[in-house]
């Protein structure tokens, strides 16, 4: 069993927090958090997942906790990127109302004490909406914004624009998330299926505090993806609809083709023309095929039924627990 579900009195508040090469802003991160969580006046405790770092994130965080008996350290037994690590800490966390929040320092954990605020108004998820991106490049808010309308477009769910997975959570909607059994999660889709009463609070984001980011053009592309994949299958219906199109243009050149034949007497001209043609139906032909195959892949890692991460040993105020599986070892 997960030493996050064993039993006890829950504290008021979780702070999950992924952590991957932190080394540079997992102090100020610390202190920022703990100060606010202090200001509260009430129980909580501060989940440090740690993600395989490659650098000495581990042990700062080892280090960190000889001092803060509020903190709960969670080590995975290989980087399993970022959603999967957020996963891990949420079946980790013990507290009645969550916050989820990377350790850069884009969001600002400040916001907690209004987001708690808009919580106590009824509503069982707060998310933080980005009202502007300073902090980022001129290309990635772009991409960003597309894809977040691109996904409200298709997904089969609303998805809330320009949100991330800065968000407080009641710990009965969180008690619904964790009993998704998605192998590959989109954590902010993930949390706008499952409805309840979800407010925003906007917000203009921050700018790295320090170090690399960890999400360059590689892995946002694979997390549009897994967004696309997990939060709708309309894709499948797109592709449909591309290789129609691309089937009916084919049509239409073979009627021209019959047309020059019977009434002009000869075949037309153009192997620029033939050649276009072929492209487009075996572009349209291949990309239904690259779709399909993409949810194909998923239903396959699915189906294996690996446990989604592993957790090698948590740390709770000074005691050690060794971790075997996910979120199976938990319920």
Known sequence: MMEGHLGGSRPGLSVVIPCYNEHDVLPETHRRVKAVCDALGRSYEIVLVNDGSGDSTWKDM???????????LVNLSRNHGHQLALMAGLHVCRGERVLTLDADLQDPPELLPEMLSVMEQGADVV?????SRPGDAIPK????????????????????????????????????????????????????????RQQPLLYDRD?????????????????????LASSTVKPLTVA???????????????????????????????????????????????LLLSIMGGYLARLFEQNRRRPPFIIEQIVRSGARSDGSGGPQDGH
């Open 207 to 227: 700018a790295r505090f320090a170090g690399e980011t960890k999400y360059p053009l590689s892995k946002l592309i694979k997390l549009a993806l897994d967004g």
């Open 240 to 286: 449909s609809t591309l290789a129609a199109v691309a089937g009916g243009l084919g049509v239409l050149c073979l009627l021209y083709a019959l047309a020059s034949l019977l009434f002009v007497g000869t075949t037309p001209h153009g192997w620029t023309s033939l050649m276009m043609t072929v492209c487009l139906i075996g572009t349209a032909q291949l």
């Open 127 to 131: 998310y933080g909406q980005r009202r």
């Open 141 to 196: 808010r772009f991409a960003c914004a597309v894809f977040y309308r691109l996904l409200r477009w298709l997904s089969d769910a609303p998805i809330r624009l320009d949100t991330g997975d800065f968000r407080l959570i009641s710990r009965r909607a969180l008690d619904v998330v964790l009993q998704m059994p998605d192998r590959q999660p989109f954590v902010r889709g993930m949390v706008s299926w499952i409805g309840f």
């Open 62 to 72: 080892q280090e960190l906790a000889q001092t803060d008996p509020s903190l709960v």
